[in-house]
C-alpha cells in the first residue's frame, strides 16, 4: 500500500487573448497524445490584461492511462534534471518545457512555430480513492501521504537528477 504510482500528468499551455495561438496549442496537444485536448477559459474579469469571464486563453490535456511512460518522454525533454523547488508538500511537481521540439517523437511543424508548456505531475498511493469517491468520502491518513522527499525520491528511481 505504500508503493507511489504517477495517478495523471496535466500539460497546460497558455495563450492569452490570442485566437490563433491558442488552436496551435490545441493542434500540438492533439499531436502530443490521442486524447483530445480542452479549452481553459477565464472565470475573472481584469481589465488590465482585456480578460472578461468566458474568454478562451489555453488549452490543457490530461493523461491518465500509460501516464508513467508519457511522463517519461517529457522528462527526457528536460534532460532529466528537476529542481527540489518544483515538488510541492503533497508529493506533486511539476515543470516546464519551453519548446516542443525537445520531445521524443515530435518533429518540428512549421505551421505550429516554437511553443512551450506547462506539465503538473500528480502522485498517489494506492487507497487514495477513498478521498474522491461520491458515498463517504473521507480523509487520507498522515502516514500515507506522499511527502516532498517521498516524491523526491520516486523520481529519483525513475532515473531523473533532482539538484
Known amino acids: 500500500m505504500k508503493e507511489i504510482n504517477v495517478a495523471k500528468v496535466t500539460v497546460n499551455m497558455g495563450a492569452g487573448k490570442n485566437e490563433e495561438l491558442l488552436q496551435r496549442g490545441l493542434k500540438l496537444l492533439q499531436n502530443m497524445t490521442p486524447l483530445q485536448p480542452v479549452k481553459t477559459y477565464t472565470k475573472k474579469r481584469i481589465p488590465g490584461w482585456g480578460l472578461r469571464p468566458g474568454l478562451a486563453i489555453g488549452a490543457k490535456v490530461t493523461v491518465r492511462d500509460k501516464a508513467r511512460a508519457f511522463l517519461l518522454r517529457l522528462l527526457e525533454a528536460k534532460g532529466k534534471v528537476i529542481s527540489p523547488d518544483n515538488f510541492d508538500g503533497q508529493g506533486n511537481f511539476s515543470f516546464g518545457i519551453p519548446e516542443y521540439i525537445d520531445i521524443p517523437g515530435l518533429e518540428y511543424d512549421p505551421e505550429l512555430k516554437i511553443m512551450g508548456m506547462e506539465v503538473a505531475v500528480t502522485l498517489e498511493r494506492p487507497g487514495y480513492r477513498v478521498k ?26 525513475l532515473g531523473v537528477t533532482v539538484q
Open 132 to 157: 474522491r469517491r461520491k458515498i463517504r468520502p473521507g480523509k487520507i491518513g498522515k502516514h500515507h501521504q506522499i511527502t516532498k522527499d517521498e516524491a523526491i525520491h520516486f523520481v529519483q528511481d
